[in-house]
């Protein structure tokens, strides 16, 4: 049998659905939902006869993969992040992973790389796409939950990121470690005050547009036949959100409504963005007081520890909190956006650090140069 497929390839494919096996058999013993739990073991055994389908490609060519073993580290780490955030959490985490492989072996699919074995291949790809499917409510659930704390992520990040320039560009300057808490404390109330005021008003513009929108909706329908109603509550329906195929299905029977635009309100869980649903009190809220409490992280050094390290010792703490901070912040936003999880966590960091970067050798060029400093 000829492939078209290096040694180390069919390795790592085996290696793969082993650990993908053992992930999905772990993870059924510490389920509690039934019905979840069966599924998870139907992944797993799944899983296992992809393994064993690249166990007998292995053997076709000459392969031994007797000695090769499932990542231990990999299932013992998913089964701590299922325990910690949940199955939805732990799903878009594996995502991308799901997302290679299928990647993968389409490609193999198309180049014909396992010759007359391909076809079988294809039925495993098949089963790989369907494992979308199975956990479609958890993955729900979880995106739900982002949504409610994106703000307070925003937010947070701004803090972070705002408060730590400020201090950074203060610590060669100012010597008292009081005074840059202090400083730190009006830049962080200030910049609290302008984010809340701005969520707040961002929100309700979207809010004020969405209601004029319905409230002229109604006055225009008033005197138009019902196949003129439909196709002007579905262009409605489109311009708020809502996909083409959805709109078709739901305008006809929205059209007929003394009150269209409460229920066009009525219908918002099936598409309307979350922007213009949202909140403006909420938003202001959340978007505030997680902004505070990114400011209070970065100031926090200074106060417990500057008389004790130094200016320069407390920010090098501030700075360690922001990446800690803003790495969990970059992976919640890939994962719901399923992005790359690596790139957009080392992003977050390296913008944080970069503005500290920026403000930190101004401050120190100030007091070398310039001779300024404060005590």
Avoid: C
Avoid at 60 to 76: E, L, T, Y
Avoid at 273 to 295: D, R, V
Avoid at 345 to 351: F, G, H, V
């Amino acid at each position: 049998m000829q492939l078209r497929l290096s040694k180390d390839e069919v390795i790592e494919n085996y290696k793969d659905e082993l650990t993908d096996a053992e992930i999905y058999a772990a993870l059924a013993k510490i389920e509690n939902n039934e019905e979840l739990r069966k599924e998870l073991l139907k992944l797993s055994q799944y899983e296992t006869s992809h393994a064993e389908f690249w166990r007998f490609i292995a053997d076709q060519v000459g392969i031994d993969v007797s000695n090769v073993r499932s990542s231990r580290f990999s299932v013992m780490f998913s089964v701590l992040i299922r325990r910690l955030f949940g199955l939805g959490f732990l799903v878009k985490l594996r995502e991308s992973a799901e997302v290679e492989a299928i990647e993968r072996y389409g490609e193999m699919v198309r180049k014909n790389a396992l010759g007359p074995y391909t076809d079988r291949l294809r039925e495993i790809l098949l089963d790989e796409v369907s494992h979308e499917e199975v956990f479609k409510e958890e993955e729900s659930r979880f995106e739900a939950f982002i949504d409610n704390i994106r703000d307070a992520m925003y937010g947070m990040s701004d803090g972070l990121v705002e408060v730590l320039a400020a201090v950074a560009g203060l610590a060669p300057v100012v010597a008292n470690p009081i005074l840059i808490t202090l400083a730190g404390l009006i830049v962080g109330t200030a910049g609290t005050l302008s984010m809340a005021v701005g969520a707040y008003m961002s929100t309700k513009a979207q809010r004020d547009i969405r209601e004029t929108m319905l409230s002229k909706i109604d006055i225009e329908l008033e005197n138009l036949d019902i196949e003129d109603r439909t196709r002007r509550v579905k262009n409605a329906l489109n311009k708020m959100g809502i996909g083409e195929k959805t709109a078709s299905e739901i305008a006809p029977s929205l059209s007929t409504d003394v009150n269209i635009s409460k229920r066009i309100t009525e219908v918002s869980e099936i598409g309307l963005s979350e922007e213009a649903l949202e909140n403006p009190g909420k938003s202001a809220l959340y978007t505030g007081i997680f902004y505070l409490i990114g400011a209070l992280l970065v100031i926090a050094p200074f106060p417990l520890l500057g008389h004790i390290i130094g200016n320069v010792g407390s920010l090098y703490i501030s700075i360690v909190l922001v990446a800690l901070a803003q790495a969990i912040s970059g992976l919640l936003t890939a994962i719901s956006g399923s992005g790359r999880i690596a790139h957009t966590m080392a992003m977050n960091i390296l913008l944080s650090l970069g503005a500290a970067a920026a403000t930190y050798t101004i401050g120190t060029i100030a007091h070398q140069i310039l001779h300024v400093a404060i005590t």
